[in-house]
């Protein structure tokens, strides 16, 4: 997987404070974790909601355009790990507008969780007369 260290030295960004979202081994966006909010439902899909600025809602829009509906990204939420997950769409944006701050735009992130299946966890049987042999 891609050694974010040095996208994150390259980018001037801290990843104890980011979600990022990798596509490939150099494709890689990163947003603060202040201005993401995730929402799990029960059935393994989830909303990951920006609350951004109009030049990161371009930026966001433009990595997430290069995703076909079920492909298959990572994110990593404060360096705690690469979760694998399928994309499923963006919702539309909207401006989130407020005399106390500048214009935000908001979009939601639909993905899906994607099960990682360790490689380790099978091995061949090495006898035809045990009771595992069977399941296939």
Do not use: W
Not at 59 to 83: A, D, P, V, W
């Amino acid at each position: 997987m891609t050694n974010l260290g040095d996208v994150a030295k390259d980018n001037n960004v801290n990843l104890e404070d980011s979600v990022v979202f990798v596509k490939g081994d150099d494709d890689i966006l990163s947003v603060d974790i202040k201005n993401v909010g995730i929402k799990q439902r029960a059935d393994d899909t989830m909303g990951v909601r920006f609350s951004i600025t109009p030049k990161q809602t371009k930026e966001l829009e433009r990595f997430f355009s290069k995703f076909q509906n079920g492909e298959k990204l990572y994110f990593n939420i404060s360096q705690t790990g690469y979760r694998p997950v399928y994309f499923r769409g963006l919702s539309p944006v909207t401006k989130e507008v407020s005399t106390e701050y500048d214009a935000k735009f908001n979009v939601t992130l639909f993905v899906q969780k994607a099960i990682a299946v360790p490689d380790d966890n099978y091995f061949e049987p090495t006898c035809e007369c045990c009771e595992f042999c069977h399941i296939g």
